[in-house]
């Protein structure tokens, strides 16, 4: 299998931050020691509106193999002990600017111990450094790149009733993750808005069974949908409601003239993908024994079925 493109680029002002500093308590050899989780807020755009964020899971002061100075640590903390943000620069201080390298991931949970799985698309760790200036062009700021693996390719027309303003069309998906367990599928969302695009996507007729591989592009927005509710009154003026939430979305904007040749030695084959979703199927297991153990804690446990599922031979399932 090649080595599969996954990667985001942020630069911006840090906008704000729900990073810690933490001890670990779980007995072994790094008990005690500190690390630092949370997330930092991006704001990409000069009017700081278009706000991303970045979630570190375990960030330590040295690396544990070399024993060298972390430097996303130090950065981190200076983040957390000074008023450097958007949010909390005081007495006309200006907000840190950033620049993140790091990658599309996906956050796997099970609420509550329960079945029901939740994978929350995000970006997650990577490098964090400090830059003296940001580029001028606003797409300079705020991209991502992913060798993609498409299952599925949907297109909704407007529908006021909705409040769908424009055509688009969903991509359902996964990228290739890194980390220390080796590669991993994760499954994304990604959302295709210029129609001369739709065309491409329709002619791949991508499906569970035949999937495409493509590389594509694009960048992380924030969208602020705004919705309105009118509640008919018993007499005189009905009254209108109107409520707004922030939508993230991954927009692709360009991809590879032609699919990657998924199938060939070298790039990606069928049995190589049996085995990387049977490998997200452990993974899962892995997961949902994890928060079950947490979720009954100082209880009785009932032991469950964990086991990892089987994969249908030629179904892609993400």
Known sequence: MRQMVNRVLLQGKVYDHSLKLRTVQKEGENFGKEFINGTVSIATDDKNLNIVQVHYSYVTPFFSKSGKENRNFSILKRIMEGNETV?????????????????????????????????????????????????????????FESDTLLIGATKHEVDPEKNVTEAYMELRAAVFGYGFGGVLLKPVRLVVKNPAAFSYFENLEPTTAKPALVNLWGRIENVTV??????????????????????????????SKE???????????????????????THLAEVKARAKEYAEQKKSFTPVNTAPAKIADGEFDF
Not at 242 to 249: D, I, K, L, Q
Not at 266 to 275: A, H
Request: aromatic share 6%.
């Open 87 to 143: 949010v909390g620069a005081k007495d006309g201080a200006e907000p840190l600017l950033v620049k993140v390298e790091s990658s599309i991931d996906c956050n796997d949970f099970y609420p509550n111990g329960g079945d029901e799985l939740v994978s929350a698309q995000r970006v997650s760790d990577g490098f964090i450094s400090i830059i003296k200036a940001l580029p001028d062009k606003a797409n300079e700021r705020n991209k």
């Open 226 to 255: 705004k919705t309105e509710k009118t509640v008919e009154s018993a007499f005189g003026e009905d009254k209108v409601e109107t409520a707004t939430h922030s939508v993230r979305e991954w927009i692709v904007t360009g991809a």
């Open 259 to 281: 699919p990657l040749p998924f199938g060939d030695e070298g790039v990606l084959t069928k049995d190589e993908l049996v085995k990387l979703q049977a490998d997200r199927e």
